[in-house]
């Protein structure tokens, strides 16, 4: 389904997006499942320049991008721990073709936020100094995902579930106290269910720079099935504790993914913009009321929230939602946060 873009010339960083290369013989080996990333896997196994290029240049006015670590193009040899350098040598790459100007002015991974085992903890601070010296000034930060639920329908087979509590893990939390003195920024992604563990992180790290992604993965799959609404006050709840961080920021998006339980599957034409937003309302507007704008993000997470929305539609339901915004209120939503928070000359 196509639509008119909304405000084309509003400027935007997509704070969170992913590249990859899923060769057909990797996903051949994937057992079967109903899980709805099977879907984004198998419809786009391919996501690097050309196809990330096509999105941005679908008519809103993307100006830069953040590239958020998804395990992709690690070392196949050397130490173990050094291995995830070579996703951000691989995206360095990218992002210095496009600063090369030769595909116009868009900026792909301006910014680098890549993947460190903070479990092995301060020996973590030499893979850090590893991912800013291949980074060339673009690398800004480490995602260690913390995704955990009891119930396998939930994360699906093709997400290693990491064990329950990791962010209080005191290995875990000897790694992240490398990051503050390098200046660094940590982006945590988890569950609905789990946001108190990043709140309690939050306040033992209070000079640490904190991003909850995905304004932290409401519930509607597998044993919450049924169940997000009535969850809703509780997420709301834990939200606005989360808030009174003041180092920590939110990215809204994400809920197109399969975890929030909008869309069954793939298969059919794609929801318009104006049935996204009525979906997302409470937690979009409940995120930008206790964040607020100059500590909130909008994000594409592409190409896996492809499983629920087109790039067009996606950002028209965030246009859509921040209507009643201000004028700076809009630039600090879709530009300026991710812009200061990333260190992007936008």
Known sequence: MSEPILEPDLPIIDAHHHLWDRPQAMLSSLPPSTHGFMDVLRSTPRYLLDEILADLR????????????????YRADGPVAMRCVGETEFVNGIAAMTAS?????????????????????????????????????????????GAHDEDPAVLGPLHGRQPAGLYRDAAFRKGFSQLAPLGLSFDAWLLEPQIPDVIDLARAFPGTTMILDHV????????????????????????????ACPNVHVKIGGLPMPFCGFRDRMAGPDE??????????????????????????????????????????????????????SADEKTALFSGTAARVYRIAA
């Open 101 to 145: 100007g030769t595909y116009g002015d868009v900026r792909v991974a301006a910014g680098i936020v890549g993947h460190v085992d903070l479990t092995i903890g301060e020996a973590a601070r030499d893979v850090l100094q590893a991912h800013v010296a291949a980074g060339n000034g673009r690398f800004r930060g480490i995602r260690h995902q």
């Open 272 to 325: 318009a913009s104006a049935t996204l937003a009525q979906q997302w309302k409470p937690y979009v507007e409940t995120c930008i009321e206790a964040f607020g704008a100059k500590r909130a993000m909008f994000e594409s997470n592409f190409p896996v929230d492809r499983f629920g929305a087109s790039y067009v539609a996606l950002w028209n339901a965030f246009k859509r939602l921040a209507a009643g915004c």
């Open 58 to 73: 679908s008519g809103h006015n993307i100006r830069a991008t953040v590239y958020m670590e998804c395990g992709a193009m």
């Open 216 to 243: 932290g993965t409401p519930l509607g799959i597998g044993r919450y099935a049924g169940k997000r609404e009535a969850r809703f006050d509780t997420w709301r709840t834990n939200i606005r504790a989360l808030a």
